[in-house]
């Protein structure tokens, strides 16, 4: 538990599933974490008091993202739970999905707000955050397996097209913050089991079978699956890993 001691971490959307488990894994790792939320104050707590009993140290911080001002409600928040002290490493975690309605389906509200939560949201944050962000410091950027199989499911058009900016996102901010020592990632999960994906992961037998056999591992992928490479990614052993997209799915593209 000395990896990341003495860094300071946020992550987004980090009171459940992939975000928690996140958040754990940098607090495991020695990481002060910032665990944001938007609107489930109970489950941060839980993630933070999670943190705490496996001996780390963390704090909630709320801001609804996909509203006017949030980069600046987050930062705001951040700051002063803080100290104003910095950050090391930036998980750009939270997300949601485009309703799944496909081309024919999908709302211009709802299209809308899956991309300004997806990616006006962490564009934002990035832009505020970047003058807090210690030199050497660590961007970690969730994806998705879809951006590079877009067809796979084409209910996720919007959602997938989200990703894909997010992978865009990535490659340019390795290139703009490399000088300064910062390395930025992208992290690209398949078919997890989280409360985003329970209506069909968990409460269809049939479904979760077909997730798994689509792996060569034979089984559906958890959040702690993803969260340890994210751990990677924040650490000093990572440093001369910029600009990727790591592929988190268990082998389903192959």
């Known amino acids: 538990m000395s990896a990341l001691r003495g860094k300071t971490a946020l992550v987004t959307g980090a009171s ?16 002060r974490v910032a665990v944001h939320f938007g609107g489930n104050e109970t489950a941060a707590k839980e993630t933070v008091a999670a943190i705490e009993a496996a001996g780390g140290s963390a704090f909630p911080v709320q801001a609804t993202l996909g509203e006017p001002g949030d980069a600046e409600a987050l930062w705001a928040a ?33 299209f809308d707000r899956v991309f300004a939560v997806n ?58 913050l490399g000088p300064r020592g910062i390395t930025v990632n992208a992290v690209a999960p398949g078919a997890i089991d989280t409360d985003m994906n329970a209506d ?4 269809d037998p ?25 751990g990677f990614l924040a650490s000093e052993d990572s440093r001369w890993v910029t600009g990727q997209w790591i592929d988190a799915a268990g082998g389903v593209l192959l």
């Open 119 to 176: 990616v006006r949201a962490p564009f934002f944050l990035v832009q505020q955050g970047v003058a807090r962000l210690r030199d050497g410091g660590r961007i970690v950027n969730v994806s998705t397996a879809l951006t590079h199989a877009p067809g796979a499911m084409p209910q996720l058009v919007a959602y997938t097209m989200t990703k894909a900016a997010i992978d865009a996102f990535t490659a340019t901010l390795a290139k703009e």
């Open 200 to 203: 069909w992961l968990r409460a």
């Open 206 to 230: 049939q479904a979760r079978a077909a997730a798994a056999q689509s792996s060569p591992l034979g089984r559906v992928g958890m959040p702690e699956d993803v969260a340890d490479v994210v």
């Open 78 to 110: 951040f700051d002063e739970r803080s100290g104003g002290s910095g950050v090391d490493i930036l998980v750009n975690n939270a997300g949601i999905d485009d309703g799944r309605q496909g081309l024919a389906g999908t709302a211009q509200a709802a």
């Open 16 to 31: 459940r599933g992939i975000g928690r488990a996140i958040a754990e894994r940098l607090g495991r790792d020695g990481a």
